[in-house]
């Protein structure tokens, strides 16, 4: 599922704004302005001495007012520093916000339904898992790993300008079994509980509902019972790719250091870490934990399991 950015497109036009904004503010602060401030001490220098010179030789001016609008006139700022100044913080606190604390997208597609629904307004935390330079996503703190059952959005490793959001299955040196599209970890069955079956308003149709519990976390997943466990022919050349054997009834894979096995809840509707392989550290944007709004359902707001 690739996500859709709210503010703004990507972090770099932000940084490029913020950029721009922030050397006109600097070079207005540190150094128009006192420009200005001079132009205007030599103008009204000049002014009193005229008036001086009038007053001394006899002559009454009315000059109410105008010592002060002409200083107002040459020390006011540029229209284009102005607005400047002016975008500059905001620009600036947005760009801080979305780089090191929550980021938010939209949800566009339905391969984590049951959990997020299209149109969903989802808020990503950017620092639960590590501190990370803005543009460059190289972390410089460590903090969190990431747990299964997360949901966590990430670069997608065949593309890395789109965000996919999925569901932690498998981290580091997990052996993860997949097969009659049930999860096993580590020779551990994943408990699965029935409910009712669940019709996808976008389609119109009825999927078996489980509640899975991995490792703690309860979560639902749908599977449609007329779908295959996974389709062989939709898996693409990864890295380590010999970490994983395809079976007619599935597939196994243990996950490499550094890297993160993903799987949708919609689970025969998600393209995710059986056909396209791992996440890799570096790959990681957040973990997202609130939906803020959804506009065609006001109900969906609150937290994310």
């Given at each position: 599922m690739s996500l859709q950015v709210i503010l703004g497109n990507f972090a770099l036009i932000l940084f490029v704004l913020m950029v721009i904004t922030?050397?006109?503010?600097?070079?207005?602060?540190?150094?128009?302005?006192?420009?200005?401030r001079a132009a205007a001490d030599r103008a009204l220098a000049e002014y009193d001495a005229r008036n001086a010179k009038a007053t001394a030789d006899g002559i009454k001016l009315d000059n109410q007012g105008k010592r002060a609008e002409m200083e107002?006139?040459?020390?006011?700022?540029?229209?284009?520093?102005?607005?400047?100044?002016?975008?500059?913080?905001?620009?600036?606190?947005?760009?801080?916000?979305?780089?090191?604390?929550?980021?938010?997208?939209?949800?566009?597609?339905s391969s984590m339904v049951p959990?997020?629904?299209?149109?969903?307004?989802?808020?990503?935390?950017?620092?639960?898992?590590?501190?990370?330079?803005?543009?460059?996503?190289?972390?410089?703190?460590?903090?969190?790993?990431?747990?299964?059952?997360?949901?966590?959005?990430?670069?997608?490793?065949?593309?890395?300008?789109?965000?996919y959001i999925k569901r932690v299955i498998g981290v580091p040196?997990?052996?993860?079994?997949?097969?009659?599209?049930?999860?096993?970890?580590?020779?551990?069955?994943v408990k699965y509980t029935a409910l009712d079956d669940y019709l996808e308003d976008e389609k119109l149709v009825y999927n078996k509902q489980f509640e899975e519990n991995l490792s703690g976390v309860?979560?639902?997943?749908?599977?449609?019972?007329?779908?295959?466990?996974?389709?062989?022919?939709?898996?693409?050349?990864?890295?380590?790719?010999?970490?994983?054997?395809?079976r007619y009834e599935g597939f196994t894979c243990t996950v490499p250091a550094g890297n993160y096995f993903m799987m949708g809840d919609n689970r025969d509707n998600s393209a995710d870490s059986r056909y396209w392989g791992f996440v890799p550290d570096k790959n990681i944007v957040g973990k997202a934990f609130f939906v803020w709004m959804n506009l065609g359902n006001l109900r969906r707001i609150g937290s994310i399991h």
């Open positions: 922030g050397v006109i503010w600097c070079l207005d602060v540190f150094y128009l302005a006192k420009q200005r107002a006139s040459i020390i006011r700022q540029p229209t284009w520093i102005e607005y400047s100044g002016s975008f500059f913080p905001v620009i600036a606190l947005v760009f801080c916000l979305r780089s090191f604390l929550y980021e938010p997208f939209k949800i566009p597609s959990t997020l629904l299209v149109g969903d307004l989802i808020l990503v935390n950017k620092f639960t898992y590590g501190i990370r330079l803005p543009v460059l996503n190289k972390k410089i703190i460590q903090i969190n790993d990431p747990q299964r059952g997360d949901v966590m959005v990430f670069k997608y490793p065949m593309d890395m300008s789109q965000d040196g997990d052996k993860i079994t997949y097969e009659n599209k049930r999860l096993t970890v580590n020779g551990v069955e309860s979560h639902r997943i749908l599977n449609n019972a007329a779908a295959p466990t996974y389709n062989r022919d939709n898996v693409l050349p990864f890295p380590h790719n010999d970490a994983c054997t395809y």
